[in-house]
Each structure stands twice: as structure tokens, then as C-alpha cells.
């Protein structure tokens, strides 16, 4: 298991706790790391400041006791914004419709990288629509893949916020 993967099953349960999702969790640096974590809300109500200085809190306590990175490092606790990776499975269908960038570990038919509108997933295999044609790529392969900044995702994304703040009034 890598050192990613390791924190992530560490503070899972309390980001899951407190109402969010686990999105993204990256070491980065040498001398002193940055442990970037990355939630969104359960609800799909945007993430606020609030919500990351609670979580960071919560988070910075869990990983005082358990002490998984030896050395100092810096704790950032942020969303995963609008043209956000895509992390998990169930992102290549919740955002299927929508432009995405896709990295291959190694070359499929003799590419690395994809870029093209996700049409959702069959198994283990994600399909996309690029200019090129149809394109499957399985999610074991895929090294990093994003969302593209487009108005039509601004426009989704603002629709789902609104939908999540209306399902809290009270009727």
C-alpha cells in the first residue's frame, strides 16, 4: 500500500464522520511535505472556509495522535474546485457528459493522453468521446485524470449547489 493510500484509510472515517468525502489525498515536497487533502461535501453544497478550517482541525488532532509522517510537514485541507480531479470510479459517471483530461500510466494504442467528453463507465473500463473517435481506457491504467473548465460545467455545477440548498428549506 503507498503512503497516499495508507493516510487516506487513517483519516477516511473521520472526513466520512464529519459529512464530507475523501477526494484526494497527495504528499508532495521533499524536505517538508505537504500532506493536500481534498473533500467535498456530502450534501454537494460548496465547500466553504469554514468547512476546511473544521475539517483541518479535526484532521490536524487525528494526525497528531497517530503520527504517520515522521518528518514536519504542512496540512492543507481544501476543495477539490470546479475543474476537479477525478479520483474515484463513481466521478467518471457522476460527471459523465462532462470534458475531461485523461493520463495514462503507459501508451494505449499508442497514446498517452485523452481528452474528450466522458460518457460514463462499463466496469472497469472508462469511456470517452474524443475528436479522434470513441476511446476506452481502464481506470487501472489511468494516472491522473481531470475536468475541463467549461460553461457548461459552471452552469451543472451551480445547478447542483442550488438543488442541495433548496433540499435544506424547510417546507
Known sequence: MDRESALADLIGPTVEAMGYELVRVVVAGRDRPTLQIMAERKDRKGMTLGDCEG???ALSAK?????PIKAQYVLEVSSPGIDRPLTRAVDFDRFKGHVAKIETKAPLDGRRRF???LRGRDGEIVALETKEGPARVPLSEI??????LTDELIAATRAEEAAAALADQPS
Request: charge should be neutral; hydrophobic fraction near 40%.
Open 55 to 57: 475539517l483541518s482541525r
Open 63 to 67: 494526525l497528531d495522535v497517530e503520527d
Open 143 to 148: 494516472a491522473r485524470a481531470k475536468l475541463v
Open 115 to 117: 481528452s474528450g467528453t
